[in-house]
Nanobody, 114 residues
Framework: QVQLLESGGGLVQPGGSLRLSCVASRNISSTTIMAWYRQAPGKQREFVALSGTRPSYADSVKGRFTISRDNANNTMYLQMNSLKPEDTAVYYC??????????WGQGTQVTVSS
């Protein structure tokens, strides 16, 4: 079992930046699959970014968002720049364990509005 705790969400104006954090309750290794997803009101949860030696991103966030990991501190980050109103959503941290178990955090709200 692992618990994931996201933080860093909030209200920001268009063009602004936020940095999300996800802390895992136990040690994570470089091979642990971790990613960010988001869910906007009335929409399905969607992929945002996958961490790894070659991070991957949804087309809608490429060039604006950067995913990173600090395995020593069991933490994953999402740096979000040039935020747009359409980035408004609840952002979720996801971890897939060695036995293919999936874990989700409780989510952190990001609101982009003037």
């Amino acid at each position: 079992q692992v618990q994931l705790l996201e933080s860093g969400g909030g209200l920001v104006q268009p063009g602004g930046s936020l940095r999300l954090s996800c802390v895992a309750s136990r040690n994570i290794s470089s091979t642990t699959i971790m990613a960010w997803y988001r869910q906007a009101p009335g929409k399905q949860r969607e992929f945002v970014a996958l961490s790894g030696t070659r991070p991957s991103y949804a087309d809608s966030v490429k060039g604006r968002f950067t995913i990173s990991r600090d395995n020593a501190n069991n933490t994953m980050y999402l740096q979000m720049n040039s935020l747009k109103p359409e980035d408004t959503a609840v952002y979720y941290c996801h971890l897939r364990d060695w036995d293919q178990s999936n874990y989700w955090g409780q989510g952190t709200q990001v609101t982009v509005s003037s």
